[in-house]
């Protein structure tokens, strides 16, 4: 197995180390790349208003599902805390002695800028470094010259023996992360970002970035809530956006808070039972027999509540997001809506689907009462109990529809 090893402050993660890291993926042939942000890197001091390590290492995670999923290889890309946990400064020779242990006899690769290639030589323990890993360089502007790299990658192997690859990088984001930062404070920078961890950013106020999250434009909610779950989740929920745009005119509901509602309504979808129970307990959110069991039951009721305590949605919205998963008696249309999308949204492929969306466009409540009973149909042949809400809900239409 040959894997890519990409340190750095990550100060934040950017385009420039997300398409770095692909090229070499593709052109390297790695089976495995790793993001790993340094402590405390030898060569300079962190910035005194930078991001902490935990949050660091949590935008280099999100940068790592981005690119998994970019690739369509979800699992190949990941970010490790192995110089986070390590005291003092994050030597590179330490690193790789401590992968080279966990990964014996699978081939590494060094990633790093053109600059710092050409210092290599004067690294803590060089020839550790070089007889550990291969080296590979990132030719990343213009200003590289391929000769230089070139004689310094000879250089080099008649020294230490070293194996050196040079990246031509087919697409270019050249931006320092001290740049970056700057213009984060100022509100600017997100296009220099992967909107997951300019998500985060927003979160959690870094860099300056100290925005009111209850004013958020539908770009900025979009990134802010897709960095709260797996990039894998983010076609259907953009899918769920769509469709309930397109209902909410069709039906009339406002199509703005079906839109935001979309957005957030599965923000919380990866949380564990644990998790999710902790936050149902924080905004009072009492749980029956079945949702204490039943985890998937819940992400619907704590996403409500953190789309209203946390991004400033309305009862309307924090309502059809609370019923999306179950459904309930006299739903509200927006309710429907949001309950209708997230069934049939595009990336949806089940028998019926088809029925279901054309039906949506002619009849919402009969839509409504179809997704409800094949919901119910397909819980009992799979041996679960559907919840008494859900019944509920089908019950009350088919004793109220015209």
């Known amino acids: 197995m040959k894997i890519g090893i990409y340190g750095g402050t990550f100060n934040p993660p950017h385009l420039g180390h997300m398409f770095s890291a692909q090229a070499a993926m593709e052109l390297l042939e790695l089976d495995r790349l790793f993001f790993i942000p340094a402590a405390q890197p030898p060569h300079k001091e962190l910035p005194a208003h930078g991001a902490e390590g935990p949050?660091?290492?949590?935008?280099?995670?999100?940068?790592?599902?981005?690119?998994?999923?970019r690739l369509r290889r979800r699992d190949c890309v990941a970010a490790l805390d192995l110089e986070l946990r390590r005291a003092g400064r994050s030597y590179t020779s330490d690193t790789l002695a401590e992968l080279h242990d966990q990964y014996p006899g699978d081939e590494l690769w060094l990633l790093m800028g053109s600059d710092m290639f050409l210092t290599l030589q004067h690294w803590y323990e060089p020839e550790k470094i070089m007889a550990l890993a291969g080296i590979a360089a990132f030719a990343r502007s213009e200003g590289d010259s391929a000769g230089a790299l070139a004689a310094h990658a000879a250089y080099l192997n008649s020294t230490f023996g070293a194996r050196t690859r040079v990246i031509e990088l087919p697409q270019i984001t050249d931006i320092s992360s001290t740049r970056l930062r700057s213009l984060l404070a100022e509100g600017r920078g997100?296009?220099?970002?992967?909107?997951?961890?300019?998500g985060y950013i927003l979160r959690k106020g870094l860099y300056g970035a100290d925005r009111d999250l209850t004013t958020l434009s539908d770009e900025e909610l979009r990134a802010a809530s897709y960095s709260m779950i797996r990039a894998k989740?983010?076609?259907?929920i953009r899918g769920t956006e769509e469709t309930a745009v397109r209902l909410a005119e069709r039906w009339g509901a406002d199509v703005e808070r079906a839109r935001r509602a979309a957005i957030l309504h599965d923000c919380t979808k990866y949380l564990d039972m644990e998790e999710q129970k902790a936050l149902c307990?924080?905004?009072g959110v009492e749980l029956d027999e079945l949702e204490q069991k039943a985890v998937k039951l819940l992400h619907s009721k704590t996403g409500a509540c953190i789309a209203r305590?946390?991004?400033g949605a309305g009862d309307d919205i924090y309502w059809a997001i609370f019923w999306h998963t179950t459904g309930k008696a006299d739903m509200s249309t927006l309710e429907k809506v949001i309950y209708l999308a997230d069934y049939m949204e595009p990336t949806r492929d089940f028998p019926g689907v088809e029925?279901?969306?054309?039906l949506a466009e002619t009849d919402l409540d009969a839509a409504v009462l179809l997704g409800l009973e094949m919901s119910i149909e397909d819980l009992e042949d799979r041996g679960m109990t559907p919840h008494h809400n859900t019944l509920e809900a089908r019950d009350w239409l088919l004793a109220h529809r015209a």
Request: glycine share 10%; charged share 15%.
């Open 281 to 283: 307990a924080q905004y």
């Open 190 to 198: 997100s296009g220099y970002l992967w909107p997951t961890v300019y």
């Open 309 to 311: 305590q946390v991004f």
């Open 355 to 358: 029925v279901l969306r054309g």
């Open 55 to 69: 949050d660091r290492l949590a935008m280099a995670a999100l940068m790592a599902d981005g690119l998994g999923e």
């Open 233 to 236: 989740r983010i076609p259907h």
